[in-house]
């Protein structure tokens, strides 16, 4: 374990974050300390002048204050990139609760303070289902119709997409349905040239255009606004539930400025998706909607609680899957989810699903994503082709891990990340013009997915449905497999090229200083290899029905197999590959395309994916850059390999300075300032005296610093000679000496305790378990 606890101090603490200074860049971003304007911060409000301590006092106001009886303001609450205390958090939340529930004996206004306390959460869980499923809209609106921009403008209405602009023709051709004299290219609305070299080129040059001053306002926009936006925001999320504290993360301008630079970004045309960060989005939601609320403001573990639900939330509206959404917050990114929080999340999903079907962004009237109606069932021999699926998605997701995080650990370390804005800009323009002559590649990537998706028809254009019909076999809705035509070979050319570049450019794309998720790319690699492998096992059964392994289910003339099936499934592996999600990538599949009954290949993939992928390399790809970014985070999953024993790690090395502790009696204010300046730790062990070091209890650096400036400030003859008793009863005086400060009340008397005989990776699943902040390592007491 990385942690300064862990060099010093013999036998003091375990602490998840001890200094400021080893929490130095978010995804990539350098972070500036002293940045506190981007409010509402996740901890706890401080009273002013309270936010910083140099060791000095203030004199202030000569009036006696009684510690014991008047709080402190800013005591309790925790410093910017600490961790909070979990196991405090829930005690104070606990008796928070037993004093509601004791007054509301006493009156009927305290009963109605009652109820109202126990309806704030759903009412809080409604209004962040609604503010999120309301700019999940506005979002899908946006990019639709920012992306058509790069290709043409609607003349009956600029804010129309091209999709919008041809329903209300009347004028258009079920063949042509795309095409419409109300939408025009800009070629066609420059020369009145729709063909011809100098139209293409004009094309052209108009799409990279667009496509760069849309990343260029994206990356500006947050490198000027918000440095948080950036990146996809489930790597930090899942650290922030983890108990870690990152100011501003969850802001207001971080949601305003992700929620405009998203549209942006994803309308470039990068290979990147926009659900990793509509989390992020949802997150910002519910925790500027716990400022509403005074049990979620004021407690921290209360708070990640409405994250836990905003983090189901946000999967709900990127993919139109409550229930995946729910299990994709409990299995990839809380890390404390009771079962109240279960139904809460549920709930918030439930909203804002409901809430973006009701403004019906695709204009299909369908929740779902990439809805697909198959006519064939599968069959059991078809496992082969899907497992072999599986372990492409497996190596997929361990070589674009191992690829990504070498190029982002390349940005750190190399002039490359001192130049965000030409990196995006570089990027983009790489993409634009390898992504223009290729017809799978130009479109945006989820019109690409649900063509890939698709199965065919008679009515179809696409090139992939391009075969030799046969109409004398044709029975009903049912098409018989066919031979290939020369649309599909061409197309089956094109997507093999648009395979290899995305593989390649999702890797440089991802982790930019844009918004950038990571689902949608993926899904795309991964339909892309399923199509293709579909349509060959498809012509491999047109022209071998004799082999055994069609004998029996796939006669002439029968729709045997169906290659947007084996896109589905592609999608789901190469997506489990590099999120290692199992049960929620499962559910969220079925839910995105309304194919309940291919759960059982779905599985087969996801698990076959994972399977491969850990045997390559134990991280998903937000752990990855968990580990990359350093944040302080215990992985469940991590298994403890070390054989050591508390005392091994809490012994000092030689020439280390001896323990560091405070005495309950005995020491003056300026020696507690003095051991404050000269030491990195978030808090101090009380000891009985330097001769006999028995445990009485442990205080916070922080409460330390607020404490002794607030008495100070408030308290007359508080000097640096003042003596600081940590005691239930104060010695008496001598005459003329200064008053004394009494900090009992800031003394934890209980902290979390094991002894030096106790094997680490006890002491580690202790930390996991029960959120610890801090634990004490004791010899005989």
């Not at 299909?364 to 372990?391: A, K, M």
């Not at 680490?760 to 005989?780: P, S």
Request: proline share 4%.
């Amino acid at each position: 374990m990385d942690n300064k606890a862990f060099q010093r101090g013999s036998r003091t603490s375990l602490q998840s974050a001890t200094s400021d200074e080893d929490m130095v860049e978010i995804a990539g971003a350098t972070l500036d300390f002293s940045i506190t304007d981007d409010i509402p911060p996740l901890d706890g409000d401080i009273g002013e002048g309270y936010g910083s301590y140099n060791g000095g006092g203030v004199n202030g106001s000569v009036k006696m204050m009684d510690f014991l009886d008047e709080p402190i303001p800013g005591v309790g609450t925790y410093e910017d990139f600490n961790t909070i205390d979990w196991v405090r958090e829930k005690s104070r939340d606990r008796d928070r609760h037993r004093e509601i529930a004791s007054r509301s004996k006493e009156s009927t206004w305290a009963l109605i303070q009652s109820v109202n306390d126990a309806f704030s959460g759903w009412m809080l869980m409604l209004l962040l289902g609604l503010s999120a499923g309301s700019l999940a809209g506005l979002i899908d609106i946006s990019a639709h119709w920012m992306t058509d921009l790069k290709e043409g403008v609607c003349l009956s209405g600029f804010w129309f997409n091209h999709e919008h602009c041809c329903w209300t023709s009347n004028e258009t051709t079920f063949n042509d349905r795309d095409k419409c004299p109300q939408w025009k290219s800009w070629a066609e609305l420059f020369t009145n040239r729709s063909q011809g070299a100098f139209a293409y080129i004009l094309n052209y040059f108009m799409y990279v255009l667009w496509a760069l001053l849309f990343s260029f306002l994206a990356v500006s926009l947050v490198r000027g606004f918000a440095p948080y936006a950036c990146g996809s925001g489930i790597p930090e999320i899942k650290t922030i539930l983890s108990g870690f504290i990152i100011r501003g993360y969850l802001g207001k301008w971080t949601l305003v400025i992700k929620t405009i630079t998203l549209v942006l970004a994803v309308s470039s045309g990068l290979s990147l998706g926009k659900e990793g960060p509509l989390v992020h989005v949802a997150c910002c939601c519910g925790n500027i909607l716990c400022h509403l609320f005074t049990k979620y403001r004021k407690n921290e573990a209360k708070r990640r609680e409405v994250l836990s639900a905003a983090a189901a939330a946000g999967v709900s509206v990127a993919f139109g899957a409550p229930i995946g959404g729910v299990l994709f917050s409990l299995e990839e990114v809380s890390y404390y989810f009771p079962l109240k929080t279960l139904w809460r999340s549920f709930f918030a999903a439930l909203v804002a699903a409901f809430t973006l079907r009701s403004i019906n962004p695709f204009g299909n009237s369908r929740l779902v994503l990439f809805y697909v109606e198959f006519h064939s069932p599968w069959h059991l021999l078809e496992l082969i082709p899907f497992i072999l699926l599986g372990i492409f998605g497996g190596l997929w997701g361990a070589f674009f891990i191992w690829a990504n995080i070498a190029w982002c650990r390349k940005r750190k370390t190399t002039k490359l990340g001192k130049y965000p804005l030409l990196e995006v800009l570089t990027v983009t323009a790489i993409t634009a013009v390898l992504a223009f002559p290729n017809e799978y590649t130009k479109r945006s990537t989820s019109e690409l997915i649900s063509e890939l998706f698709n199965d065919c028809s008679m009515l179809d254009s696409s090139k992939l449905c391009d075969y030799i019909n046969d109409f004398n076999s044709t029975k009903g809705d049912d098409l018989p497999d066919r031979a290939a035509n020369t649309g599909v070979h061409t197309a089956m050319w094109q997507l093999s090229l648009a395979l290899i570049f995305k593989i390649l450019i999702t890797v440089v794309t991802f982790g930019m200083k844009v918004p950038s998720g990571l689902f949608i790319p993926s899904m795309a690699v991964g339909a892309i290899a399923g199509r293709l492998l579909g349509i060959g096992v498809e012509q491999l059964a047109y022209y071998h029905r004799d082999w055994v392994i069609f004998q029996g289910w796939c006669s002439p003339g029968a729709d045997c197999i169906t290659p947007g099936l084996y896109a589905m499934v592609g999608a789901a592996a190469c997506l489990g590959g590099v999120t290692r999600m199992t049960v929620s990538l499962v559910v969220i599949m079925f839910e995105l395309t309304g194919g309940l009954e291919y759960i059982v290949p779905l599985m087969a993939a996801a698990m076959t994916s994972k399977w491969v992928a850990d045997a390559i390399g134990r991280e998903g790809i937000y752990e990855a850059h968990i580990r990359l970014n350093g944040y302080p985070f215990l992985e469940a999953k991590e298994e403890f390999t070390h054989k050591t024993l508390a005392m091994d790690v809490m012994k000092p090395r030689r020439n280390d300075p001896p323990l560091t502790v405070l005495t309950q009696e005995g020491m003056k204010v300026e020696d507690v300032e003095a051991v404050i300046n000269e030491t990195t730790y978030s808090g101090f062990p009380v000891v009985v005296s330097r001769e006999s070091q028995r445990l009485v209890g442990f205080v916070l650096k922080r409460d330390l610093i607020i404490s002794i400036e607030n008495a100070r400030k408030k308290q007359d003859g508080i000097v640096s000679s003042s003596m600081i008793y940590f005691t239930e009863h104060t010695p008496p005086l001598p005459p003329h000496s200064p008053a004394s400060l009494k900090l009992r009340n800031i003394l934890d008397l209980s902290p979390f305790t094991v002894t030096d005989q106790t094997p680490m990776e006890i002491v580690v699943d202790i930390f996991r378990k029960l959120g610890l902040r801090q634990c004490l390592i004791t010899h005989n007491g």
